[in-house]
């Protein structure tokens, strides 16, 4: 079983940045494909970013392309979210999640339990 924690959420001003955090463990976790996910009210949740277990693929929604980055430490025990340049259209209860196989679509084994971004306009 693999857990996911995400931390860093907030009410930020248009312009401004955050950093979102998630920390993973259990079994398996250095070599899963980790991500972020969104959903805003009233809308479907929509895949954000995401990069596979090596580092060396990356994906990003184009909403978020040139302003957000998908990271993770080098013990591969945390996956972050920088945003920056954010918008009123950003906020979302944003979701790490995992799973061993990379993609950008909805199916994804592992998920947290969100963490809300909220920006001001």
């Known amino acids: 079983q693999v857990q996911l924690v995400e931390s860093g959420g907030g009410l930020v001003q248009a312009g401004g940045s955050l950093r979102l955090s998630c920390a993973v463990s259990?079994?398996?976790?250095?070599?899963?494909?980790m991500g972020w996910f969104r959903q805003a009210p009233g809308k479907e949740r929509e895949f954000v970013a995401a990069?596979?277990?090596?580092?060396?693929?990356?994906a990003y929604a184009d909403s978020v392309k040139g302003r957000f980055t998908i990271s993770r430490d080098s013990a591969k025990t945390t996956v972050y979210l920088q945003m920056d340049s954010l918008k009123p259209e950003d906020t979302a209860v944003y979701f790490c999640?995992?799973?061993?196989?990379?993609?950008?679509?909805?199916?994804?084994?592992?998920w947290g339990q969100g963490t809300q971004v909220t920006v001001s306009s």
């Open positions: 259990g079994r398996g976790f250095l070599f899963l494909a």
């Open positions: 999640v995992a799973d061993p196989k990379y993609g950008t679509g909805p199916e994804w084994d592992y």
């Open positions: 990069n596979n277990w090596r580092g060396t693929s990356v």
